[in-house]
Each structure stands twice: as C-alpha cells, then as structure tokens.
C-alpha cells in the first residue's frame, strides 16, 4: 500500500530480487525498505507488513550512503500528487512538495559511481493526470534517459484490468538498458542536457503497444477515458480527460443525456466485472452505519453518483470520501426494487421532508472502507488495524494505488 501523498513525503519502496517472496505480480522480491512520512499509512502498512524495515521519514532526510547499504533491485515511488492535480495550484516544480521527488533524481546519477551501488535495474512511478505534462516529468524523462534507463510511460484505468472503477493515473517504468556501457552512459548524460531523444522513445512506444495486451486485456490504441493509453513522447499531455464534457438537455439528478449514455455504455461493458462481486456480505446491523444520513440526502442528492450493485461502473474514489460527498466517489443504492427515477421525479415540487421520505427509499450508502479496498485491488488478507477510524481508512485508501494494475505493470517492466 502507498499513501502519504497528501503528508508531503513521497512514497516509496525500494525493492531487492534476493528473496523469493511473491505478490500479485507473482514477481520474486523482497522490499528491503518502505518510506513514508505519514503516520496513519505507516501504522496500517505495519500491520499487514510487520516484517519490513519502515523509515518513518523524508526521502531528502536519507543519504545516499544509506540507500547504498540496501542494495536493491527496483525503486516503487508515488510522489506527492498536488503540485500535479487539475484541481490544485499545479506548482509543478516550485511547489515545495516536489523536493522529495527532485531529491531522487539527483541521487539517481550518483548510483553509477564506481565507489557506489550500482543504478537499480527497474524504475515504477505513479501519479496523477497532469503529471504527463508537467516540468517535473521531462527533468524525470531526461534524468533516467542521461543514466541509460529505457522507459515506457502510460495512462491507465483499473477498467483494463476488468474492475469497475474509474481511476485514471499516469505510469511510468523504466529499466535499465544492459547494452549501455560507462561511456555510453555519460555520452547519453551529454546528450540528455539538451534535449531527450525523440527515436529511442519513439521505438519504446512502439514496443509498448505490442506488449500491452499481454498485461491489459482490455487494450485499446485510442485515447480513451477508460482505455490504457501509450503516451505518445513528443506530446505526453494528449490523453482525453476522465471526465467526458458535459453539454445538451440536463436529465433528472443534474445529469445531461451524454452522461447517461456515457453510463449505459460502461454498463454494458462485459469485459468488466459487476459491483456486486467486491461487496462485502448482507449484514443489515453492519452497512446501516453507512447510510447517507438525511442532512446529506437533501443537499447534495442532485449530484451523487449512484450506482447499483449489477453496475459495472463507478467514479474514483479520494481521500476526502465519507467526508465530502461531491465528485469523491460512487454511492450505492441498497433497495434496487426502488426505481431511481421515480424518486427524483417531482423531487423539486414537495416540501424537503418529503424530499427525504422520497430518497430514503432508495438506501443510499457508502462503500464500506473493505469495498473501496477491493474495488482498488486489494487482497483479502490485507487489513486494518484496530483505532484507524473509517474516515482515515477512506482517506488512506484514496491516496492509494490499485494493486492490480501496479501488478501487471510490474510484470511489463521485468518481463
């Protein structure tokens, strides 16, 4: 699990090939280090993972003597998303937040010093949409290009993977070329400072789009929403935005008729599994402490995301779900014998406890924090600690990558 983004500090895992432990990925490994500056994400990763070492501290707070020590193979990092995001200031490399992350990019040449560790062998980063298109990411590009990496960037929604739920993030991997010699990698290094090179990146993207759909089964070349995309290098920022435009007559719920069909289409999307298979068991006691309480229902009933559990479909979830309701995430109609339709019809010409009568018919709740888990690829095993709040259960969750597609990108990277 990786979080802490909104803590400051960037995440990350350092990984080394010793040991024959497997994951998802079914990709022997052994993570020889995690660091994370945010105390909740440390206490949750702690307790599902008790025998790796945790560095409860900033990346730019570890020397380079000690990542040398630790000898890895494969450097996971997550960097923190708000100098990125649409909705913050987009900083980019001025915002304080990046330091952590220009902090690894200066230490990544100095690996390749004869006295020092060598470069590791792979390279995963995460972020948000946006990133492609940031200062951040060509310091990134020309930085592991000038120490020889050959690299693949993407973007990429759990859909691919067969999972319904929208959580479009930019990905890139990067391995270290073997053909590169001392000397050719300072002479790429040169190159590097001027500009990156267009044709190696042109036949990386090449090789990633055959390569793909042995990882994504649902694999599409055009640039899509909810297809995996392979950015192209000399226009990193021409994927579509998640979010399709919103024109044309608003239908009932303050939804036009381009977003109902754009849902009606995603619903029928077989190659995607059905919400019902991530929920947790029918424990009326249980979910009821999830129901949209009627203070909510009457406020912001217009703009929830509804769906139901035969839907295939569902908007991604943030830190800020539980907490805040619009655009962080889907709600779930529990009494599906309820037509939605017929509750908001008329809803605007009655009094608001009618209004509330009206909607409680349809048992608007959340997901459970272990549904949001699931929906993000989590395995069953993986667990809470006892004195984590739900709120800090959602708010971690929503700085989280899903676990399946990190999975079939790491098969990509090493294969």
Request: with cysteine; net charge neutral.
């Amino acid at each position: 699990m990786q979080s802490g983004k909104d803590a400051g500090g960037a995440v990350a895992s350092v990984v080394s090939s010793d040991n024959n432990i497997h994951s998802e990925s079914g990709i022997p490994g052994h993570v020889v280090a995690a660091i994370d500056i945010n105390t909740t994400a440390n206490q949750i990763y702690r307790h599902n993972f008790p025998d790796t070492p945790l560095w409860n501290k900033t990346i730019e707070g570890i020397a380079l003597d000690d990542f040398n020590k630790l000898s890895f193979d494969m450097i996971l990092m997550s960097p923190p998303c708000q100098p990125f995001t649409r909705i913050g200031l987009q900083g980019d490399i001025s915002d304080p937040r990046t330091k952590s992350f220009l902090y690894v990019l200066d230490l990544l040449p100095r690996f390749s010093s004869p006295q020092l560790h060598r470069l590791p062998r792979f390279i995963l980063l995460e972020n948000v949409k946006g990133f492609e298109s940031s200062a951040a990411r060509e310091l990134l590009v020309k930085t592991l290009t000038g120490c020889g990496y050959s690299f693949q960037e993407f973007m990429v929604s759990p859909t691919s993977v067969g999972i319904p739920n929208s959580r479009l993030r930019y990905f890139l991997i990067a391995k270290m070329s073997t053909s590169f010699s001392t000397q050719a990698r300072s002479e790429v290094r040169s190159q590097a400072r001027s500009e990156v090179r267009s044709q190696a990146r042109s036949e990386v993207r090449s090789q990633a789009r055959s390569e793909l759909p042995d990882v994504f089964p649902h694999f599409a070349e055009a640039d899509s929403s909810e297809q995996p995309t392979v950015l192209s290098p000399t226009c990193p920022g021409s994927c579509q935005s998640e979010e399709e435009v919103r024109e044309g007559q608003v239908l009932y719920k303050l939804e036009t008729a381009a977003d109902a069909q754009r849902k009606r289409s995603q619903n029928q999307d077989l190659s995607i599994r059905q919400i019902q298979d991530f929920l947790e068991p029918q424990r009326e006691g249980d979910l009821e402490q999830h129901l949209l309480p009627p203070r909510t229902l009457l406020r912001y009933a217009l703009l929830l995301d509804i769906v139901q559990p035969t839907c295939r479909r569902s908007v991604c979830f943030t830190k800020g779900y539980g907490r805040y309701v619009e655009g962080t995430g889907s709600v779930l109609q529990g009494c599906t014998e309820t037509q939605m339709e017929s509750v908001f019809a008329g809803l605007d010409q009655v009094s608001e406890e009618e209004k509330v009568q009206q909607l409680l018919k349809l048992k608007l709740r959340y997901f459970t924090p272990r549904e949001v888990a699931n929906l993000m690829g989590f395995p069953q095993s993986f667990m809470f600690p006892e004195g984590v709040s739900t709120l800090q259960q959602y708010r971690t969750l929503g700085n989280s990558l899903n676990v399946v597609v990190v999975s079939r990108l790491l098969q990509l990277l090493v294969s």
